[in-house]
């Protein structure tokens, strides 16, 4: 029996396929059985959670502007841009469509979220991860049935120090949304936040520490001004029109490039913030 001729319970799901009469992708096919064999099913959906996550590491660092700019880049796009680690792990995240955070916060897609192929079967991030290879899922590829309204792409990271995989960067949107383009445009960002990796381990370069990673963004610009007037961060957040898990990731390294560590430090300095905008 060919692959795509798999019914659900037979081991994958592909009714798609079947209805186009159409073989699955290579990779997808792969992937779905990777799936399978994972223990995964289609109509059962569980994100694992977890809540040691480094929001503040190099990797993060590193992205926070690239993703910052990708974001405005595809804003009225309604994309959402993610960053993960090499498990999969949701680090950080870009969604400035409100419908679309919905969407991302209904289906798990969030920091601390896992999106290993393993947990959550076929999807750009994990998909990347299992396969070692840049990749989009679109629709009906991806194997859990909560997924199916969704298209992703995904690049692959990689650490310059060690040449292994770092992490992922993403772009995910709803079905009717996706395009080829994402996918060149995400491996784009990604090697400018290996850039951003590599520049950082050049000697005298963090002691320099290059305007760019001093300065503090607009959008960062935006979320510390409200901090220091007092407002909270879903406040923020709803004003904004972004996640406060966005919030939060603005506010570290805004505390970051000033060197500071609390919300007390910030309102005594907001005067080098400029207004709100």
């Known amino acids: 029996m060919p692959l795509h001729a798999l019914r659900p319970d037979g081991t994958l799901r592909a009714e798609?396929?079947?209805?186009?009469?159409?073989?699955?992708?290579?990779?997808?096919?792969?992937?779905?059985?990777?799936?399978?064999?994972?223990?995964?099913?289609?109509?059962r959906f569980e994100v694992p959670l977890r809540h040691d996550v480094d929001r503040d590491a190099r990797l993060v660092r590193a992205a926070s502007p690239v993703i910052d700019r990708l974001a405005t880049d595809v804003a009225g796009a309604?994309?959402?841009?993610?960053?993960?680690?090499?498990d999969g792990t949701v680090l950080d995240r870009r969604a400035p469509d409100p419908s679309m955070r919905?969407?991302?916060?209904?289906?798990?897609?969030?920091?601390?979220?896992?999106?290993?192929?393993?947990?959550?079967g076929t999807n750009a991030i994990g998909t990347a991860l299992a396969a070692r290879a840049d990749v989009a899922v679109h629709g009906d590829e991806h194997f859990a049935d909560q997924l199916v309204t969704m298209s992703c792409a995904a690049a692959l990271l990689h650490d310059p120090t060690t040449g292994r995989v770092a992490g992922v960067l993403d772009l995910t949107c709803a079905r009717d949304q996706g395009s080829p383009l994402m996918l060149p445009?995400?491996?784009?960002?990604?090697?400018?936040?290996?850039?951003?990796?590599?520049e950082d381990l050049r000697p005298g370069v963090e002691r320099q520490v290059s305007g760019d990673d001093r300065?503090?963004?607009?959008?960062?610009r935006r979320v510390a001004v409200r901090a220091a007037a007092g407002m909270t961060n879903r406040q923020i957040a709803e004003v904004l029109f972004v996640s406060p898990y966005t919030v939060d990731s603005h506010l570290r390294s805004v505390f970051r490039k000033l060197g500071i560590n609390s919300r007390v430090d910030l309102a005594r300095r907001a005067d080098e913030l400029g207004p709100a905008r």
């Open 185 to 198: 445009l995400v491996r784009r960002a990604a090697r400018e936040v290996e850039a951003r990796l590599l």
């Open 78 to 86: 309604a994309i959402a841009v993610l960053l993960t680690d090499e």
């Open 215 to 220: 300065r503090i963004t607009d959008a960062e």
């Open 16 to 43: 798609a396929a079947v209805r186009r009469d159409l073989a699955p992708r290579r990779e997808i096919a792969e992937s779905w059985r990777r799936s399978v064999e994972s223990g995964l099913r289609p109509d």
């Open 102 to 120: 919905a969407t991302l916060d209904r289906i798990r897609l969030a920091p601390g979220f896992v999106y290993g192929e393993g947990a959550v």
